[in-house]
């Protein structure tokens, strides 16, 4: 079994703040947790799983190949 972490842990191997990972508990998001009486405990690889399923590629293309790249808003 692997070593599980708890939510402070959790949050800052996501880059996030506890509370946030509290909140989405309670809104049933985020990554996958374990509980434990009154532990809340994350498996490391359900973070990483988590994270990746978050990915967002960005399909944004100059409208021609000529075309001088000019960026929304900026």
Known sequence: MRKLVNTIKAAEILGLKP????????????????????????DPADLEAFAASCTVETTWMPARADAKEEFPNG
């Open 19 to 42: 509370n946030t990972l509290e909140i989405w508990r309670c809104h049933n998001k985020g990554p996958k947790y374990v509980k434990l009486g009154r532990r809340i405990l994350y």
